[in-house]
């Protein structure tokens, strides 16, 4: 069985799809390590933004392995590294670009294989697994989504304010709607959650009802 995680940044994604795969012994796929993973490896190998053509061939050269909550690039652990916000300000180029997006939704159905899996992204519903059995749209406000932002990066020891935060934020909001190949966008059949006021456990246990309905 898949169930699909869509939602903006800061919604609590990862955080709800890990402690559900845990719950329901489902394996657990972070799409956005992927794009950021290949944003990282373009950013050390100083590739021109402008000529998405060489980084939909790096893409495609990458030894990319991810396995539960470790991203594995070329066989470095790359977790922490994806995570940071100069990784962040530069992974709409993959995002962006039709023929990475490809070549990973491809690579997503491929790890997904016929497993029990919970994967998260933004596409996830709609384009890399939409005859998924169950779909979840999470949600929050921006302020509750920016304020856990910020308390992430807090504890990594970047020093941003909320403001700042809330800015890029907004950005990719903008940027994650917009896309041309794989908006972020509910799947018509997808159930809206919003995780505002409630606490992790909260949420995973009304995705753990959700999910044992929809396996019936
Ligand atoms: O969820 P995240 O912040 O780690 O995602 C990083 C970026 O990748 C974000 O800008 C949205 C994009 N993304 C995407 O376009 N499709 C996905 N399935 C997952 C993430």
Redesign the pocket.
Known sequence: MIITIDGP?GAG??SVARALARRLGFRFL???????AVALAGLRRGLDWDVPQDLARLAERLDLKISHDRVVLDGEDVSEAVRTSAV?AV??Y??DNPQV?EHLVDLQRKLAGADNIVT?????GTV?FPEAKCKIFLTASPAERARRRWQDLQAQGEPVTIEQVLAAQER?DR??AA?AV?PLRPASDAIEVCTDGLSLTEVVDRLEQLARAKCR
Request: positive net charge; charged residues 45%.
């Open positions: 940044a994604k990862s972070d799409t956005g390590a992927m794009y950021r962040t992974t709409r993959a995002a997006r998260e992204g933004r596409d996830q890399a990719r940027e994650d896309r794989g």
